[in-house]
Each structure stands twice: as structure tokens, then as C-alpha cells.
């Protein structure tokens, strides 16, 4: 079954922008999807039409087979939503924010308790549950979001930059959690700016820009449509190597650092092998950027440029 | 979690509203029970006791006992707007409304459920300002259900005005415009410390267009069985603006007027 299905979506704000030009969009139940795009691509109006918070000005939207129009209150019982910008009142306990969320999906408030602190438990926030949430730190407002929007168990979780602004630690143990999450069966759908975390969690990834799907496929297939990555190496002397070395564009960034850009049809091996005759020392190697990010950045170029 | 009805789920998600509701104003009671009860009590000494003293008698009773009955409404309309105006603005204003927006309560269960913080409010204020009038003077109640039912219409007549002033609030400051210009003005010359027909034939007929002049002098007839018009029109009137603002705060409500984009 599909968890969301959407079809020729179009906004225009009151101010004339046009910030979704008709796009279609499946996602299957149980996928980790991705939706990636530049600032002011359309993806935050996407999914504030999929929460009802944007109007759309055309188009239609189904959660789980629910029609946005037609069934709006059935299709938001298997949402969740974590926004993008800290949402909740600053003035609640962690405790009364999920309790009341709960509430407002029918859940009778023992009932809610109970889960409470099963939720608060699993994100670490059981212990701050009577705090002014104004008192969280910026990762434990990012938890408590997810915590609020997991309290009605939804089939459907979006998650909107959620790690956008955490440390790294608390960035991985999202990523553990989210992993479980969807490995419990919900369907997650994830924006995100770090690419290097849709690469790690998501399956399926769709890429937008200025109000059109410009990419939809598996992760996996849209990583293989990588023609060419930049490594970067760091060597112990760079022994005077020539700017191509049998075919490798080779750039000098200091003294012992090199950059070079290897096609799909080279391997690293070949490279090394001449490093070596010329008695080049490689000391650790790494990419230059993140894959996906290359490719999101030629796809979005593309685009720009046409 | 078995999956409640819409029926079920709103009824739970109203109980939600109307708990944060209560919740909210009575965390920061310092803020919103404390000073009408300060305010209420100076009105009674300066107003009541010491002007009151050389006045004499107002539509056949004691002016304490005239006025105790408009102090109380004032009270009662101040704080039912200002619960409802300020709550949701700062939902707004947080975003945490969209913790509503986005789940499936109806939109008839929001209006109810802050309508209902606002009544609880309006209520309370008004037990609290009644029982500080004991120290001052002790009124019998001609008409005990009448007297609580207009202060339930009125609480949720004014509840329905700060919904509608809030939606519209863009800013802070907007929250405070009507209850400064429009509201206050409208209590005073409402009839709270004199009869209407002290007034000028002209005067009189100007404050007859006047909201809150039905409301007070419904609630004091509840108390002193006395009345500047007739009591059945009073609630007639209190009805007919309910139910101009309920579908004007639902038509707002439902078209994401300041909600959504």
C-alpha cells in the first residue's frame, strides 16, 4: 500500500510565488524516504500540505489511501509531523506536551500517561519530563519533538530537518533511533540539508527544485549514476607528480595534500600503482564531498543551468 | 491504541483543550486571577464605600448594592476575552497551534475547547470578585440561574471576540487594541455605576445600542431584580451575538484565516 500519494500538487502563494509546479510523489509503506532540495525548493510547502498547515492551490493528496479533502481527519490520524522549527509551547513540561498531543488524537489521558513515559523513556527525556521545556537543551527540543509526534503511533512519520542545529552524538543516536523506528514498520519520510544522512538511513529519494521533482529513484540506482568522485589524499612528499598522471587530473592543494577526480572507468588501484612508482606515499584518503551530495548538486545545476 | 470515532476523539481532544486551557491560566494566576481581584476590590472601596457613601440611593437600592452586580460582569467580560485573546495568540505567535492544525480534532472542537478556558476563567473571576463584595456588602440573588446563565453567555459571547481579535493578531500589540478602545469604553458606559436613565433622553438611546448594557443589566436583575430593560431581550440579544460570532470564529477557523498560508 502506498503511505502517501500525490498527484499534480500545486501552490502559489497570495504573493504570486509558485512554489510547487504540479508534482507527483508515491511513497510505499515502510519505506525511509528522502526529500531533498535547496532552500526554497518546495519541500517544506510539500509537507506543510501533507500536515493541512499550507493550503494547496491544486492537486490531490492521500495518506494511506486517505484523501486529503475527501477523509482529512482519518488521514491525519496516521500522520506525524516534526516540523522543522521548535513548535510547543515553552512554558510546558515535556510531560504535558506529549499528554495533551496525545489527547488531541483521542487518546484517553491514562492511556496517554502510560505511553508518555514509554516515549520520554526511548528518547532519553523521562528524567526532564516536569522542566519548563524553555530549559531543554537544542537537542533534547528536537527529541521531545519526535517523542510528541510518535505519541499516537503514526503509520506515517515526517520528519522535517530534525537534526538541523545537534551535535554529532545526539545526530547518530537519531539516526539509530529513526533506524529501529522504521525497521518497526513506519513508513518515514525525512528532509534533510546533511546528505550524508539521507545516504545512511533512506532507501527511496526524490530531489526537488524550484517547484518540480527533478530526481525520483532508489537511492541505491541515483547512487550508481555517479560518474566521477573527488578523492582527496593526504601524502607524505608530492615528489614533483605532473598536473596528469596517465590520464588522472591530479590538483596540488599544499604541499601534502592532493585532489584528484577518478571516472567510473578507472579504479583507485591503478592510481595508487602510479603513486607508488613515482614513490609517492599515501598516508589516509577521503572524499572529497558526500556522494549523494555530488550528485544532488549536478542534478540541481542541471537544472539551474537549463 | 483501538482507533476511537471522530465522536470519541473529539470529546477526549476537547477534554485536552480545555485542561492546557485551565492549566495555562491558572500557572500563571499572579497574571490573571490575582489582579482582578486587586482591581475589583479598589473599585468597591473608592467606588462603593467612600464616593458611594455620598450618592444615595440608584434604581431603588443601595449604590454598593448597584454596582456590586456591574463590577462583577466588567470582571467577568475582561477576563473571558483576555484568556482566549492572549492563549491563542501565543499559540499562534509559538506555533504550537499547529499541534492542532495537524491532528484531526474539528474545527468546532478547538472553538469549544478555548471557548471553554475562557468561560472557566470568566466564571472564576466573577466567583472571586463576588465573594470579595461580601466584605463589602451582602446582596440576596432575586434569580440565582439567571445570574450564573448570563454569566456563562456573557463569558463565552467575549470568549468568541479574543478568539476573533487573536486570529487577526499579527502582533502583541494587536491583542491589546480592542480590549483598550473598544471594550473598556463600552463597559463603563455600559451601565456598571449608574442607571441609563440618569442619562439625557439622547444619551439614552446612543447606550442602548450598546452590547454590554444588556448584559450588565441582565446579570443585576439576576441580583437585585432590577433592570434598565427588559431581561428576556437582554438574553435574546446575548444568543443572537453568540451565534453572529461562533460562525464568524468557525468560517475563520476553517479557511486557516491567519492560520495557514
Redesign the interface.
Known amino acids: 500500500m502506498q503511505a502517501l500519494r500525490i498527484r499534480q500538487l500545486a501552490k502559489t502563494y497570495g504573493n504570486g510565488v509558485e512554489a510547487l509546479k504540479g508534482i507527483d510523489l508515491d511513497v510505499e509503506e515502510g519505506d525511509f524516504f528522502a526529500l531533498l532540495g535547496p532552500n526554497g525548493a518546495g519541500k517544506s510547502t510539500t509537507i506543510g500540505i501533507i500536515a493541512s498547515l499550507v493550503n494547496k492551490s491544486a492537486g490531490s493528496v492521500q495518506v494511506f489511501g486517505h484523501d486529503l479533502v475527501e477523509d482529512l481527519a482519518l488521514a491525519k490520524t496516521c500522520l506525524g509531523l516534526v516540523p522543522q522549527e521548535f513548535n510547543f509551547s515553552v512554558f510546558e513540561t515535556p510531560l504535558q506536551i506529549v499528554v495533551n498531543q496525545a489527547g488531541f488524537y483521542g487518546m484517553p489521558r491514562r492511556e496517554a500517561l502510560v505511553r508518555a513515559e514509554e516515549v520520554l523513556n526511548t528518547l532519553s527525556l523521562w528524567d526532564k519530563r516536569n522542566v519548563q521545556s524553555r530549559t531543554l537543551s537544542g537537542g533534547m527540543k528536537r527529541r521531545l519533538m519526535i517523542a510528541r509526534a510518535l505519541m499516537h503511533r503514526p503509520r506515517l512519520l515526517i520528519l522535517d530537518e530534525p537534526t538541523a542545529g545537534v551535535d554529532i552524538e545526539v545526530r547518530r543516536s537519531m539516526w539509530e533511533f529513526l533506524r529501529g523506528l522504521n525497521a518497526q514498520g513506519t513508513t518515514i519520510i525525512l528532509t534533510t540539508h546533511y546528505l550524508e544522512e539521507a545516504e545512511s538511513l533512506c532507501r527511496n529519494i526524490a530531489i526537488i527544485d524550484k517547484g518540480l521533482i527533478v530526481e525520483n529513484t532508489s537511492m541505491k540506482a541515483l547512487l550508481a549514476t555517479l560518474d566521477r568522485e573527488t578523492f582527496v589524499l593526504d601524502v607524505r612528499h608530492l615528489n614533483g607528480l605532473p598536473e596528469i598522471l596517465d590520464g588522472f587530473p591530479l590538483r596540488r592543494v599544499d604541499e601534502h595534500t592532493l585532489e584528484v577526480e577518478i571516472s567510473r572507468e578507472r579504479n583507485l588501484n591503478q592510481l595508487f600503482g602510479l603513486l607508488s612508482e613515482r614513490g609517492v606515499e599515501v598516508m589516509s584518503m577521503r572524499n572529497k564531498a558526500n556522494r549523494l551530495e555530488e550528485l544532488f548538486l549536478s542534478l540541481t545545476e542541471k537544472k539551474s543551468a537549463a | 491504541?483501538p482507533?476511537?470515532s471522530?465522536r470519541?476523539?473529539?470529546w477526549?481532544?476537547f477534554?485536552?483543550?480545555l485542561?492546557?486551557e485551565i492549566?495555562?491560566f491558572t500557572?500563571i494566576w499572579a497574571q490573571t486571577l490575582l489582579p482582578p481581584a486587586i482591581t475589583m476590590t479598589l473599585y468597591f472601596v473608592i467606588f462603593g464605600k467612600l464616593i458611594g457613601s455620598q450618592i444615595g440611593d440608584m434604581g431603588g437600592h443601595n449604590y454598593m448594592a448597584y454596582i456590586v452586580p456591574g463590577i462583577i460582569m466588567m470582571s467577568v467580560i475582561q477576563n473571558a476575552y483576555a484568556n482566549v485573546v492572549s492563549s491563542f495568540f501565543?499559540?499562534k505567535f509559538?506555533?504550537?497551534v499547529?499541534?492542532?492544525?495537524?491532528?484531526?480534532?474539528?474545527n468546532n472542537t478547538i472553538l469549544l475547547g478555548y471557548l471553554g478556558g475562557g468561560v472557566t476563567r470568566g466564571v472564576l473571576v466573577g466567583l472571586i470578585v463576588s465573594l470579595i463584595s461580601l466584605f463589602f456588602i451582602r446582596i440576596p440573588i432575586a434569580h440565582p440561574w439567571l445570574v450564573f446563565l448570563v454569566v456563562v453567555l456573557t463569558s463565552t459571547l467575549f470568549s468568541l471576540g479574543g478568539f476573533i481579535n487573536a486570529v487577526y493578531a499579527k502582533k502583541f500589540d494587536d491583542i491589546s487594541i480592542v480590549p483598550t478602545f473598544i471594550l473598556t469604553p463600552l463597559t463603563y458606559l455600559g451601565g456598571v455605576f449608574y442607571s441609563i436613565s440618569l442619562l439625557p433622553e439622547f444619551w439614552r438611546g446612543l447606550a442602548l445600542a450598546n452590547p454590554i448594557l444588556y448584559m450588565v443589566n441582565a446579570f443585576r436583575y439576576g441580583f437585585l431584580g432590577v433592570s434598565d430593560i427588559d431581561v428576556g431581550v437582554a438574553i435574546g440579544m446575548i444568543l443572537g451575538f453568540i451565534a453572529v460570532l461562533y460562525a464568524v470564529s468557525l468560517h475563520l477557523l476553517k479557511r486557516?484565516i491567519g492560520l495557514?498560508?
Request: charged fraction near 20%; hydrophobic fraction near 40%.
Open positions: 491504541m482507533t476511537p471522530l470519541q476523539l473529539n477526549i481532544a477534554q485536552s483543550i485542561v492546557k492549566t495555562r500557572r501565543s499559540a509559538q506555533r504550537f499547529e499541534e492542532l492544525l495537524v491532528s484531526p480534532v474539528s486557516g495557514r498560508s
